[in-house]
């Protein structure tokens, strides 16, 4: 089987469901807010075949609203745990930590790190006592915050710094779905760190060399125009 990727501008509304489909990984991109009741569906069927399946799901929030209506979605159906990763900004991963309280803040409007004072730490911790295992909270050229399930019920938090670019700045578009794909990429069969069926179980020095990935793929975005970059394939990201 294959990856099939695709760009997006994030918060665009074009695809009620953007997806990467294969039977190692399944990306869910976009979850539409002007069609919800689809979304919601396609979302929850989705983590149910993962579930069926073993396969790891990926979610990458578009916006804060979005990612709080996901998250909240999947915790009142109980399948908050069919996330292997989620790769959220600093305000999705508030607003999702905020719809764990049983839909208070489920639209996730107003909020975020400045206006509840909940630190991307904070939220990223409850994210995986929740379920979720793997939790990137991406922060620009502060580079990402992971927070994943230390046993016992700890939770380990480790910052990765964001590469240096070297050059100036050219642009930002397309950096947040360049992390994901590099680093997917890099726990994927054939050219990834992993065998088939075992993404779920990738140990934290495999998942932190696939962040390392994201971030050279990220690098390369940042240095051109193009959402996808000319350089972008996988000897980049090596």
């Known amino acids: 089987?294959?990856?099939?990727t695709h760009t997006h501008t994030p918060g665009s509304n074009q695809n009620p469901g953007g997806t990467v489909l294969t039977s190692h990984l399944v990306c869910y991109a976009r979850v539409n807010s002007g069609l919800a009741s689809f979304g919601q569906a396609a979302l929850l069927c989705l983590a149910r075949l993962a579930a069926a399946h073993s396969t790891p799901l990926w979610l990458e929030p578009t916006s804060v609203p979005k990612a709080a209506r996901a998250c909240a979605w999947?915790?009142?159906?109980g399948l908050l745990d069919t996330l292997a990763f989620v790769s959220p900004n600093e305000d999705e991963a508030v607003a999702m930590a905020a719809a764990l309280d049983g839909g208070?803040?489920?639209?996730?409007t107003g909020i975020g790190v400045a206006t509840t004072g909940i630190g991307a730490a904070a939220a990223a911790s409850a994210l995986v006592r929740a379920g979720c295992r793997h939790v990137f909270v991406t922060r620009g050229a502060r580079g990402v915050l992971w927070a994943?399930?230390?046993?016992g019920g700890e939770v380990a938090i480790e910052e990765v710094a964001a590469l240096a670019l070297g050059q100036p700045l050219v642009s930002t578009r397309g950096a947040g779905d360049a992390?994901?794909?590099g680093a997917a990429s890099r726990l994927l069969p054939p050219l990834g760190l992993l065998g088939r069926g075992k993404?779920?179980?990738a140990d934290a020095a495999e998942v932190r060399e696939a962040l390392q990935a994201g971030l050279r793929a990220a690098r390369l975005v940042l240095l051109e125009e193009a959402a996808v970059p000319s350089q972008l394939r996988h000897g980049a990201l090596e």
Do not use: I, N
């Open 148 to 151: 994943r399930d230390a046993g």
């Open 179 to 181: 992390f994901v794909a």
């Open 74 to 77: 999947l915790h009142t159906a």
């Open 199 to 201: 993404v779920a179980a």
């Open 104 to 108: 208070t803040h489920t639209d996730g």
């Open 1 to 4: 089987t294959h990856a099939h």
